[in-house]
């Protein structure tokens, strides 16, 4: 196996155990599915927002992110008002309730990754990790939209 292999190989098999790990204990704690966890957290970082900010964020597709938060909406967490500014979309928001749960639940994801990642890297491995994930990260935007623009 090549090095590019092993990074992408052992970074994909962490995402997943770290997914899951956090997503049982949201779970267990709260019965919230890390699944709408996140976009609870992206509404709650903007205050308010889109559906189709929050899937740019996330990079899910529109019509998932939208399912998500009728869920949410269904469960009292969030709510959909008309957007001022174009008639075809809809701004979000989080109920009181919401915010509670949100900041109940980020505690925990917290302590849960801290127990994963913080015993194993020390705060500046850390930082310089999520550095390096954002590089890469912003390495294969620029390599998709060269691509677009071969296309």
Request: glycine share 12%; net charge positive.
């Given at each position: 196996m090549t090095d590019l292999e092993r990074v992408f190989s052992e970074l994909v098999r962490l995402e997943i155990e770290l997914w899951n790990a956090a997503d049982a204990r949201l779970r267990a704690d709260f019965d919230l599915p890390l699944s709408r966890y996140e976009p609870m957290r992206v509404i709650e970082r903007?205050?308010?927002?889109?559906?189709?900010?929050?899937?740019?964020?996330?990079?899910?597709?529109?019509?998932?992110?939208?399912?998500?938060?009728?869920?949410i909406e269904t469960s009292g967490y969030c709510r959909r008002r008309p957007n001022p500014e174009d008639g075809r979309s809809s701004i979000v928001e989080l109920t009181p309730s919401g915010k509670r749960l949100v900041a109940k639940a980020q505690a925990a994801l917290e302590d849960e990754l801290s127990a994963r990642l913080g015993t194993a890297l020390s705060p500046r491995k850390l930082n310089q990790f999520a550095a390096v994930l954002g590089a890469l990260r912003a390495a294969g935007h620029h390599v998709g939209a060269r691509e677009q623009m071969v296309s």
């Open positions: 903007r205050g308010s927002c889109r559906v189709n900010d929050i899937a740019t964020e996330l990079v899910i597709t529109v019509g998932g992110t939208s399912k998500l938060i009728d869920r």
